[in-house]
């Protein structure tokens, strides 16, 4: 026969197992804060900001027609801006310990859609390196992309700065906590629902019905040591009379 749990039953062995759950609750979080603080390095980002235009093939007007062809290139320039051509240079200038192909990973090149603004951002440990490679790249591109392509015209419009404070964008300290937390109150409660199966013992009039699924008719009180002791020394002293 299938056994069924009730809502209150489910409240019940929660509150039963209370004490379980805010426990690996707070071994989970605990555990999360010392991975974020000691072992988890953390990332910081720049970014800069660049304007990329073909230079008119003629004295008219700005037309639709070659503002469609800059919005077609921006994907070309994306791609040659994270080249060797272009990383190569960058690190030469700042005399880095990464190759180019170590430093491609660090940069992320991005424009939104319809746009001619290229967005560079650079992930690294240091930020003071981070904000360095980013405004670099964005000087090295400018310099070299005439030589590369007709483009004459780049314009750099934010050049990534070094807070006073910088803030890493990764580990996110309170995301992975409530993360933890999470996952250790579902542990919890799967933890106090697993020892609630397995305890088989009888504690209750109420589980004696359940595992025999009959009635109970009556019940034993349990009898005082003394009185049974006094019970044995009467009895005793009846058989010496």
């Known amino acids: 026969m299938e056994e069924s749990i009730s809502l209150q039953e489910i409240f019940k062995i929660i509150k039963k197992r209370l004490l379980l759950i805010i426990c ?20 910081y980002q720049a970014q800069t900001q660049i304007l ?15 503002m469609e062809t800059d919005l077609q290139l921006i994907n070309t320039y994306n791609v040659i801006i994270k080249s060797p051509v272009i990383l190569n240079k960058v690190v030469e200038e700042l005399e880095l310990d990464s190759s180019s192909d170590q430093l491609i990973n660090k940069i992320i090149v991005s424009n939104e859609s319809d746009s001619k603004v290229v967005n560079i951002r650079v992930e690294d440990q240091n930020p003071e390196q981070a904000v360095a490679i980013a405004n670099t790249v964005a000087e090295v591109f400018k310099k070299e992309i005439p030589s590369l392509m007709s483009v004459d015209n780049i314009t750099i419009l934010a050049q990534a700065k070094l807070s006073e404070n910088p803030s890493p964008i990764k580990p996110n300290k309170m995301l992975n906590l409530a993360i933890a937390a999470v996952i250790g109150l579902m542990l919890g409660i799967a933890l106090a ?19 025999l699924e009959l009635p109970i008719m009556g019940l034993v009180g349990s009898i005082p040591l003394e009185k049974v002791s006094r019970a044995n020394d009467k009895s005793q002293r009846g058989r010496r009379v």
């Open 24 to 43: 690996l609750a707070i071994l989970a979080v605990s555990t999360a804060y010392v991975l974020n603080s000691y072992y988890i390095t953390p990332i």
């Open 52 to 66: 990329v235009n073909q230079k008119p093939t003629s004295e008219e007007a700005y037309s639709w027609s070659q």
């Open 193 to 211: 629902f697993l020892r609630e199966m397995l305890d088989t013992t009888i504690k209750s009039e109420s589980d004696i019905e359940k595992i």
